[in-house]
């Protein structure tokens, strides 16, 4: 089994070999060993496995003999295209699987398990895996699943694991559950390490997201389309690779499954672009990089009604003023930070794009900004994708192909990390 998987034969032999890479995604070409244990939360494991072979990786499952218990390795087997490791013969699979895969992602985790592993034991095919990749100095993944109290006992456990540098997805807590997280979140964390590892330990990094509304009166705004989803899609990557984040956000509409916001360090949810101003200034002092993502309104009503105006009014004239410009006060705030900022313009040509990014880049002395076409299907407002010109201070450029806007994340989080290392922007 030396070697790397044949992507072509393996396509041949099985139709589950249709989905993969369906959904673009950074696994493409890689090889992962799925860790299946004794969980109640097993089930959704096989829909895990689906979604990492959308993302472009050939998956192989591997499963304790409680697992088997609870759900057949023939599902698994439909599920990935691939037979179910279920026992250790004298194939030694558990060698050639650490070998030819590039990780070993334990999905659901249970206690027994991550106290085998632990402890450098290796009784189940899943943490004899686990064992054997750790000492080839393969990435191993666990994402942990069980009752509120028994987490609550393996917080140390969990400790240890990170000190012998294992990865540990918390779960998500809710009632007496600590439960299996979302599997488009378990996935994207996946991919996130394995394209990037903890390459931002150690950096503080705040984001803002989403529109502000500006009240004209207690039940009309002023807002715009921004969902948040760029925005938020910064946060959780930086979060998954190692940063300390705060998110400043606005009204969100994401489109998340719920407890995405259990990953970050800190959320201030706001409304005005007022409290934003107020938020990122309370929080941008000892930021490392900072991502200007949301839509912040540039104008409001000078002055709101305090009352609903009658709807029998008729014509309405409203006079508006200027908001503050919060990327303007946030950089002399904080004149040692990266800052990057967000252009969402309606140009009519990518020479025209960068242009009006370079105007806002010296406005504003800004590190970078990311210049987005409004117009363009596929990078508007509310896209799941997005595509981008991104300009430095030091007269760079980078275009960002259309793409997932958490892979787009993942490519800003790279230039912010080069900026950042070669040192911000002089500024007075």
């Not at 959308?54 to 599920?79: D, H, K, N, Q």
């Not at 060698?95 to 592993?117: F, G, K, N, Y």
């Not at 400790?159 to 009632?175: A, S, T």
């Not at 489109?255 to 995405?260: A, C, T, V």
Request: hydrophobic share 45%.
């Amino acid at each position: 089994m030396e070697g790397r998987w044949e992507p072509m034969l393996w396509g041949r032999l099985h139709p589950s070999s249709g989905i993969v890479g369906e959904k673009r995604g950074d696994l493409e070409g890689r090889c992962i060993a799925l860790g299946v244990t004794g969980s109640a939360a097993i089930y959704r494991s096989l829909d895990l496995a689906r979604l990492l072979m959308r993302y472009g990786a050939v998956v192989r499952v591997v499963m304790t003999p409680a697992a088997a218990e609870l759900v057949s390795p023939t599902l698994f087997e439909w599920a990935t295209g691939m037979p179910a490791v279920t026992k250790m013969t004298g194939a030694i699979e558990h060698v050639s699987l650490a070998r030819l895969c590039d990780a070993v992602l334990v999905a659901p985790a249970s206690l027994d398990t991550m106290a085998e592993i632990v402890g450098y034991r290796a009784s189940t095919p899943v943490s004899a895996l686990a064992q054997e990749a750790a000492g080839l100095g393969k990435p191993v993944l666990l994402v942990p699943a069980m009752h509120l109290g028994m987490w609550r006992r393996a917080s140390r456990l969990v400790e240890e694991l990170e000190k012998q540098g294992f990865y540990v997805m918390r779960p998500v807590l809710e009632g007496e559950q600590a439960k299996y997280p979302p599997v488009e979140l378990v996935a994207w964390w996946t991919e996130a390490l394995l394209a990037r590892g903890r390459d931002l330990e150690g950096l503080r990094v705040l984001v803002t997201a989403g529109p502000t509304r500006e009240h004209i009166d207690p039940v009309r705004v002023i807002t715009n389309p921004s969902t948040g989803k760029m925005g938020v899609s910064l946060a959780l990557e930086a979060a998954w690779r190692g940063a300390r984040v705060t998110l400043v956000h606005g009204p969100l509409c994401t489109g998340l499954p719920q407890g995405w916001q259990g990953y970050l360090d800190e959320t201030v949810g706001v409304e005005t672009a007022e409290e934003m101003r107020r938020a990122v200034l309370e929080k941008i002092r000892g930021t490392d990089v900072a991502f200007y993502a949301a839509a912040v309104a540039d104008y409001r009503p000078s002055r709101a009604s305090p009352g609903k105006v009658p709807t029998e009014t008729g014509r309405l004239v409203l006079e508006l003023e200027p908001t503050p410009k919060i990327v303007e006060e946030a950089v002399k705030a904080a004149p040692r930070a990266v800052h990057v900022g967000f252009a969402a313009e309606t140009a009519g040509s990518d020479e025209e794009l960068e242009a009006r990014a370079r105007a806002k880049l010296e406005r504003y002395m800004l590190d970078a900004v990311a210049a987005n076409n409004a117009l363009e299907p596929g990078a508007a407002f509310a896209s799941d994708t997005n595509r981008l010109i991104v300009v430095t201070w030091r007269g760079g450029r980078e275009e960002i192909p259309r793409m997932p806007k958490r892979m787009v994340a993942r490519r800003l989080l790279d230039i912010a990390a080069r900026l950042h290392r070669e040192g911000p922007r002089p500024r007075p």
